[in-house]
């Protein structure tokens, strides 16, 4: 009797562990996309604009910027002109998420990514 609890209790562990693995790496790929999507929509929409070239406040056109990635991620870091700061906003993760989104959404031009 004890030995059949036991062996419940092992299969329904190694269960839960599948399905805690398999759910983390599904979301890790997955969901990165979507994830810069969200950052880009919420925080730079209002001045770049769903197609990057809104303008607003003097924005860049992000269809013709050459701009680097690390040019990029230190921008969003610091600010520059009318564009705030995003450091007190997004973690140097997200910063970098959205950098890369920036380049890959409206630049067909991977060399960018780096520089
Ligand atoms: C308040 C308006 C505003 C918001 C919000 C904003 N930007 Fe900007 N962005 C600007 C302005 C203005 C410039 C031009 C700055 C300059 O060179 O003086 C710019 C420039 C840029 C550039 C450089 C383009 C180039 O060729 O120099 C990138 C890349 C960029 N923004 C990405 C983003 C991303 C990504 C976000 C969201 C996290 C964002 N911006 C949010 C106003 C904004």
């Known amino acids: 009797m004890k030995r059949v609890f036991n062996g419940f209790y092992v299969i329904l562990s190694i ?16 969901s990165d996309v979507s994830k810069s999507e969200n950052i880009y929509r919420t925080k730079c929409v209002r001045c770049h604009g769903k197609d990057g070239k809104k303008g607003r406040k003097g924005a860049k056109d992000l269809t013709i910027s050459t701009k680097s990635l690390s040019y990029r991620i230190n921008q969003l870091k610091n600010g520059k002109g009318k564009m705030p700061s995003f450091s007190e906003r997004l973690t140097d993760e997200q910063i970098e998420m959205v ?11 991977s060399t960018l990514l780096k520089k």
């Open 15 to 30: 269960f839960i562990i599948f399905n805690v693995l398999f759910l983390k790496c599904g979301n890790i790929s997955a």
């Open 99 to 109: 950098a890369k989104y920036s380049i890959t959404q409206f630049m067909n031009d």
